[in-house]
């Protein structure tokens, strides 16, 4: 996705704690080891970087991790965004906070934002302590997204992956786990049970559908084209937290392909 050079950064929604710790006790929604593969895998479900208006190209790593780095300082404008990875986080969670702004009222509800805490190694939350190896999470406890940019260097470093595209899907998918908590519905990924069937596995898949549901509105010059390049691999039932590939693969793109939060009923069949 490329922005308006001009265009204004709201970098209020994002706290930049790279460097720091932050104060924080219940569970994490998105991470996990588990979830990580299944993310990895899920990456490949067909949509491309050109198709989502979303730049292939290489553009400036995020700024080292210290307190003084902070985004407030450094993502001004679209053109930021454009140029280094931090900044085009920033404005990936503008776009999809400004989607659900709309959206919630649209069908008679309010959306509350929340904040992206960007953070380095280790955090505390309101879901307790978690670290890098966990990655990308969101934390109902506090309403709020948690990212280690680093997670996007291992994407590429040793998957070839973790390049715009990918940055814009992990975000709209937490985005979408904050989207349940506010309907209700994240909560059903909490009662203790696993398995391909299991409500936890939903969960993630409606989140997965709700990041497709912003990326149609996100790239409207899309269209009605329909995904055509079929998912190479496969996952097994053990591994099925997040659900397997063809699933994700298939929410995404019911998400996408509708641009509509009610066809993202996962839990009916």
């Not at 936890?200 to 989140?207: D, N, P």
């Not at 497709?212 to 099925?240: K, L, M, N, S, Y």
């Amino acid at each position: 996705m490329r922005f308006d050079d001009d265009a204004d950064l709201d970098t209020s929604e994002v706290q930049d704690a790279r460097g720091s710790r932050i104060p924080g006790g219940r569970a994490t929604v998105g991470g996990g080891v588990v979830g990580f593969i299944a993310l990895l895998l899920a990456l490949f479900f067909g949509v491309g970087p050109e198709e989502l208006g979303l730049s292939s190209g290489d553009t400036t790593p995020a700024a080292s991790s210290s307190p003084q780095a902070q985004v407030s300082q450094s993502c001004k404008r679209g053109s930021d965004a454009n140029t280094k990875e931090d900044c085009r986080i920033v404005a990936v969670v503008n776009s999809v906070q400004d989607y659900w702004s709309q959206e919630f009222p649209r069908r008679g509800g309010r959306y509350s934002p929340a904040r992206t805490v960007f953070f380095t190694q280790r955090v505390n939350t309101a879901c307790g302590a978690a670290t890098s190896a966990v990655g990308p999470f969101y934390c109902p406890g506090d309403r709020q997204v948690y990212l280690d940019l680093g997670f996007f260097d291992e994407l590429r470093t040793k998957f070839g992956s973790g390049g715009p595209f990918a940055q814009a899907y992990v975000v709209a998918h937490e985005y979408g786990h904050h989207v349940q908590n506010l309907m209700g519905t994240l909560r059903k990924a909490q009662n203790g049970r696993q398995g391909a069937n299991s409500d936890a596995v939903k969960v993630e898949l409606q989140a997965d559908c709700y990041a497709g549901v912003w990326a149609h509105h996100a790239a409207a010059a899309v269209g009605d084209d329909r995904i055509q390049e079929r998912f190479q691999g496969r996952v097994t039932p053990e591994t099925w937290t997040h659900g397997s590939a063809q699933q994700r693969r298939q929410w995404f793109h019911t998400g996408f392909r509708s641009g509509d939060m009610a066809a993202c009923n996962t839990f009916t069949p």
